[in-house]
């Protein structure tokens, strides 16, 4: 077909800027299943925010960033916008420093890149060694007792203390313990933490790429010295997360915030018998729709085994009716996680794409500390389908032959087309016949009547 009639087309379908989820898959209001595969960007010291001004491999982000990303066919990335950026003092929100996140956003849309806002912490606050509260929200008196003895009982514990055990063994500290628990009950922390979340969705909601938000990155059990069982995984999640949870849907949902947004929540991270969660959307009193996600990490300890975790999350999806979406995976056997991925069509985010300036994780999957290029990096160079119109039966990319195949069942109320990243020179077949074109490397197909059947064999 004539490229240019392509190339208008595109630009009406680029973002839909409506999710819901739709038989365990995220959907869009064209009517298509969408697939993410992409980076995690978080800055974890203040200002909270990578350099913008200059291409650095090390912690600075811009559009030569973007560009990267775009090439590797990436299409997504999960944002941490931090609330210690937020609110840096009590009741007082630094409205810079949300425009410049809302300017990152801006120039990843440049890209048609989507993102997910998430509230990252690691350890809880630069008071307990990690990120993520502000620090009005922390009084500090003997950590990290009993992990060892007090570091700073006065301020915050200095980076070479911190540095002397892994972070998040300060986790089992009594104060970030107690903290967490906090957060989760109701106190007056809890509130500030859904006015954050308040400002968060007022200042994204109209953006046309941020398909949702993740309320909270690994969370903690809680206060696990007064109820020790909340070690266990599936106590942690009932007792404290479910109710954390289903409150905070009801928050940002009662204020229309949902109504085109996708809501991520994640369970304790070593749930690998299952999070005995029930769906946050399920339980409100507006069914009419569902925007509830489960997000999960998949690392090797904690996780036991590729098909253990996937077996679990599976089993977590059908039972909540839900989609699932891998926000956080590092290199150990991305090949055999991305295989699984393929088979359920689920999407994914990778940590991370450049240091992060904290000490609770500072690898990098695309430069090494030299700034030359890290290997895996290529493993993310892969042909997917982005956007499918219709429901995907079968999907699979064959790493070594460089093959793809597609099947799916055509929905024919979809206004939009089937989207594929191709990563290289390829040959494509598609049964029955159908209109497509190719730009900036993705194939675009039309809508068709009946089912599709897609192979692609690329060039070695």
Not at 65 to 78: A, H, K, P, T, W
């Amino acid at each position: 077909m004539n490229l240019l009639k392509g190339l208008l087309c595109i630009t009406t379908i680029q973002f839909a800027n409506c999710y819901h989820i739709k038989n365990m898959r995220i959907n869009d209001n064209l009517g298509r299943e969408l697939v993410y595969h992409g980076v995690n960007l978080v800055y974890k010291l203040s200002p909270w925010h990578s350099s913008l001004n200059e291409f650095n491999y090390n912690l600075h982000s811009q559009m030569n960033d973007y560009n990267i990303l775009s090439e590797l066919g990436l299409n997504f990335v999960r944002l941490g916008v931090m609330w210690s950026g937020v609110e840096p003092e009590r009741n007082k929100y630094n409205y810079s420093y949300i425009q410049t996140m809302k300017n990152i956003v801006g120039n990843l849309e440049k890209k048609n890149i989507s993102v997910l806002i998430e509230f990252h912490l690691d350890a809880l606050s630069e008071y307990y060694c990690g990120e993520g509260l502000p620090d009005w929200a922390v009084n500090n008196s003997n950590f990290p007792f009993p992990v060892t003895s007090a570091y700073n009982t006065s301020g915050k514990p200095t980076r070479e203390q911190c540095l002397t055990r892994d972070w998040w063994k300060y986790q089992f500290s009594h104060e970030a313990s107690k903290k967490y628990q906090e957060l989760y009950d109701n106190t007056s922390l809890r509130r500030a933490f859904f006015n954050y979340w308040e400002i968060i969705a007022k200042s994204f909601n109209e953006s046309k790429n941020v398909i949702g938000y993740e309320i909270m990155n690994e969370p903690w059990p809680g206060d696990i010295y007064s109820d020790p069982e909340l070690l266990i995984a599936k106590n942690a999640n009932e007792k404290n997360l479910q109710v954390f949870y289903d409150e905070i849907f009801m928050f940002l949902n009662n204020k229309n915030y949902l109504k085109n947004k996708l809501f991520l929540f994640e369970p304790i991270t070593w749930s690998e018998l299952g999070s005995h969660f029930k769906n946050p959307c399920l339980n409100s009193n507006d069914n009419s729709s569902n925007q509830c996600v489960l997000s999960y990490h998949c690392y090797f300890p904690p996780q036991i085994s590729v098909d253990q975790t996937f077996k679990s999350r599976l089993r977590d999806m059908e039972q909540m009716n839900t989609a699932g979406f891998l926000t956080e995976v590092g290199s150990d056997r991305l090949h055999d996680i991305f295989e699984r991925l393929d088979e359920s069509f689920q999407s994914v985010s990778v940590w991370t794409y450049k240091r992060n300036a904290g000490i609770t994780g500072d690898g990098s999957m695309f430069f090494n500390k030299n700034g030359s290029n890290e290997s895996t990096r290529l493993l993310l160079n892969r042909t997917y389908p982005r956007a499918i119109c219709g429901h995907g039966k079968y999907f699979n990319f064959n790493v070594t032959a460089n093959t793809f195949v597609l099947i799916y069942e055509n929905n024919n109320a979809c206004t939009g087309m089937t989207e594929i990243f191709l990563n290289g020179k390829m040959n494509i077949s598609i049964s029955p016949e159908s209109e497509y074109f190719i730009s900036n490397s993705i194939l675009y197909v039309y809508a068709n009547s009946q089912n599709i059947d897609i192979k692609i064999v690329g060039d070695h």
